[in-house]
């Protein structure tokens, strides 16, 4: 069958991940796992440690054979695209750098390695911002610069997809800053952006999807906006348990807040502040707050991974 690839101008690759699974021997790394990821966005790949993510990305990248399923880029198959390189970049380790090799060096190298044109190379250094620090040796290098060099190096095939396992991790608030800008650049120009990472306030600002896993199973997709959760009211008094006997009388759900300490706070789901405020008025129930709210993302997050770990606890 002829392999066509369409030209870089036209970017658009969408990832399809359909019914994947990898065993380890006994341990289910992966348990049959489908989604989609669309170009043009950032999309972020969530789950605690050993959920499943760097073995995901490496059935998409070829690196590892499925023991079944699915995950094509743009229709198809890692090993049957003609160029690959230039097709996907990936940043799947931030650490293996040789630390005597100067930054310019080790993206000589990549491209050596890769069958990879060198004038990229003083472009793509521009774009990680280590033009200034090009010529000093990796093995000086914070953290952040040698994430900015993954990066970098993720970029020399001017690829249309890009995948990076955990390109936060490490980072200060300015480099999560940097990294919003350059993954924010990339997918307007229609590039696939995957990003994993096991703490979601690290990618919050900068993924427009998200895409959670726990136990190698999926647990949800959708926009970010998607976690925010069912609006509420928050609802502070002296008196909860009066509050929450009242609300509860009056058909609504209610939920502990997140506040601890002399004055604890309790949520309302679904309901809007006036009908709140006139039951807890009738019920001559203490007010020091009440206000609208939305469920904190991180803890929707965390909530959903803790759901499906329980439930494959169970299932056992
Ligand atoms: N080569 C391997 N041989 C055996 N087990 C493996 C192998 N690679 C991964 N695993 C197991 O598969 C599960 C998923 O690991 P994986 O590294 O994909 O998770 P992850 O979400 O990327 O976590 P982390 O953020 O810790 O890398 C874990 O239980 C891990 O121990």
Not at 14 to 39: M, N
């Amino acid at each position: 069958m002829e392999q066509i690839d369409a030209p870089s101008d036209l970017r658009g690759r969408r990832l399809e991940l359909s019914g994947l699974t990898k065993w380890f021997g006994s341990v289910k790394a992966v348990d049959d796992l489908s989604f989609a990821v669309e170009p043009g966005r950032v999309t972020g790949f969530l789950g605690p440690n050993g959920a499943g993510k760097t073995t995901t990305l490496r059935m998409l990248l070829g690196l590892l054979t499925p023991t079944s399923g699915t995950a094509t880029i743009g229709g198809q198959s890692y090993a049957s695209l003609r160029d690959p390189l230039r097709v996907v970049g990936a940043g799947l380790d931030g650490s293996s750098f040789h630390p005597g090799r100067t930054a310019r060096n080790h993206l000589r190298w990549m491209c050596a390695s890769g069958g990879l044109d060198q004038g990229r190379i003083d472009e793509v250094l521009t774009l990680a911002g280590l033009t200034g620090a090009a010529d000093r040796r990796v093995g000086g290098y914070s953290l952040g610069m040698r994430q900015r060099l993954t990066l970098g190096g993720a970029m020399l095939g001017d690829p249309d997809v890009l995948l990076l396992d955990e390109p936060a991790n490490g980072l200060d608030p300015e480099g999560i800053a940097w990294l919003r800008g350059y993954l924010r650049h990339l997918t307007a120009e229609g590039r696939t952006v995957l990003v994993s990472s096991h703490v979601l306030s690290e990618v919050q600002q900068t993924v427009d999807d998200v895409v959670i896993l726990a136990r190698g199973r999926l647990v949800h997709t959708g926009p970010l906006e998607s976690l925010s959760g069912e609006p509420g009211v928050t609802v502070r008094s002296p008196d909860l348990a009066r509050a929450r006997d009242a609300l509860t009388a009056a058909g609504w759900r209610v939920e502990e807040g997140a506040a601890a300490g002399p004055d604890p706070e309790l949520v309302v789901r679904g309901a809007a502040t006036g009908q709140v405020g006139d039951i807890l008025h009738a019920a001559n129930v203490p007010l020091h707050l009440l206000a609208p709210t939305h469920q904190d993302l991180e803890t929707t997050f965390l909530r959903m991974v803790s759901d499906a770990e329980r439930a494959v606890e169970v299932g056992r």
